[in-house]
């Protein structure tokens, strides 16, 4: 099978990294790609929203099989488009990755078939939303409306935080369109937890739970980023709460979007907070979390092609899709400055002197005169499998240790929660 994976970051390469596992695959295609990525895959220099240029690529290279990595070109329809000509693609269509691409929608999505999430009003109106926040008062969190990669959310503790949010999102409009709206909603307690699906419809396939750290800092400190590490399995949320959320959370989130004539297809993210009242949802995605996918992926005991092909056919409910037991643990290493400006072009050094002991995808990274050298935010996903979440840490952290590059940053308290519960 040839196949093409759309997208450059971690994510995809770890993406790549499992297809590449199959005995299926012949080759793999990725679009655009990144410095690790080509190491695995051919990457082919078209950009992620360059719609009709990859569906005339996949026409012309006889692709089997597209997957989309990130959540742009998925609102931009590049499922319908290569649908429409009839090629094998997973994913959402436009209107299904609407659940990710507006807060509104997702929300009024909830409210209308009772799946638990936090109250919540939303404005198109800067005054009234500023009259609503005075009226609601603090602790309360407020969210641009459309896609801002992951940072468009601020959970405000004090009213002055609040309203600078407020201000930046809609007056400044730091996150451009994305915040023409916004979504105030109460402020919950509890811990978070990620729980991704292979979904085909009407057929959910839960994958194996996991947590990220949002903050830049140790201790959830600092401005929320695309998040700084994740943890699989999470041992102190039992399989009985796990079911718990794919029965009354997942399962009727897919239903609702039958009803609504919307479908989804393709893998639904679901971010979850742990309240005294159960478990809410805070978010939903329309695609692989980065980086969740880093840590759920290499528990994947069953085919990834096979899962792939079964969604878009429709044929999930076919399958029986197993995990490995061994846990997981991914620590990404960012630029100087991140989630705020940061200088690219900064030489990686130690890549070489990682062996058995992490897997490195890699995030913003590119090939520059033969040097491996930083490219975005977040520049590289280190993760390490082991027996326990323990052992999986010490392994990413000493993987960690022998990678540099100047101004690196990145947490040290990444599963902590996890050994402390």
């Not at 041992?235 to 009354?248: F, G």
């Not at 978010?283 to 759920?296: C, S």
Request: hydrophobic residues 40%; aromatic residues 6%.
């Amino acid at each position: 099978m040839n196949i093409l994976v759309v997208g450059s970051g971690g994510r995809e390469h770890a993406i790549v990294w499992k297809l590449a596992q199959s005995p299926k695959v012949e080759k793999i295609y990725c679009a655009p790609g990144n410095a690790g990525i080509a190491q695995i895959a051919e990457c082919v220099p078209i950009s992620v929203m360059e719609i009709e240029k990859l569906a005339q690529f996949a026409e012309e290279q006889k692709i089997d099989l597209t997957f989309v990595g990130p959540e742009d070109p998925l609102l931009g329809g590049i499922v319908d488009v290569f649908e429409e000509r009839g090629l094998t693609v997973f994913g959402p269509k436009k209107n299904a990755a609407l659940i990710e691409g507006s807060k509104t929608f997702a929300k009024d999505l909830m409210k209308k078939y009772n799946i638990p999430t936090a109250k919540y009003e939303s404005f198109d109106t800067y005054e009234e939303a500023l009259t609503y926040l005075r009226k609601e008062g603090a602790p309360i969190v407020v969210k641009a409306d459309g896609l801002a990669a992951g940072k468009g959310v601020t959970v405000a503790l004090t009213l002055e935080e609040a309203e600078e949010a407020l201000r930046q999102i809609m007056k400044d409009e730091v996150f451009g369109s994305a915040g023409a709206r916004v979504v105030i909603e109460e402020f919950l307690q509890g811990e978070e937890m990620t729980l991704l699906s292979f979904v085909d419809g009407t057929t959910v396939k839960p994958m194996v739970p996991s947590q990220d750290h949002k903050p830049v800092y140790d201790e959830d400190k600092g401005p929320n980023t695309g998040g700084m590490g994740t943890y699989s399995p999470v041992p102190h949320m039992p399989q009985s709460l796990v079911e718990q959320i794919i029965q009354n959370i997942v399962n009727p989130t897919a239903e609702a979007m039958v009803k609504e004539g919307s479908p989804f297809k393709g893998i639904l993210y679901t971010g979850l907070i742990i309240t005294k009242d159960g478990p809410k949802v805070i978010e939903y995605n329309a695609r692989f979390g980065d980086p969740e996918t880093q840590v759920v992926l290499p528990r994947l005991d069953t085919d990834l092609v096979d899962i792939l092909i079964a969604g878009a056919t429709g044929e999930l409910e076919k399958l029986d899709v197993q995990w490995k037991k061994e846990a997981a643990v991914c620590v990404i290493m960012a630029s100087g400055g991140y989630p705020g400006p940061y200088e690219k072009g900064k030489e990686i050094t130690g890549l070489d002197q990682v062996g058995e002991e992490a897997i490195v995808f890699h995030a913003g990274t590119e090939l520059k005169d033969g040097k491996v050298v930083t490219n975005g935010g977040r520049v590289l996903a280190v993760t390490s499998i082991g027996s326990t979440v323990q052992e999986a840490r010490d392994k990413a952290y000493q993987a960690v240790q022998k990678i540099s590059f100047e101004g690196a940053h990145y947490r040290s308290d990444i599963a902590q929660k996890a050994l402390r519960a």
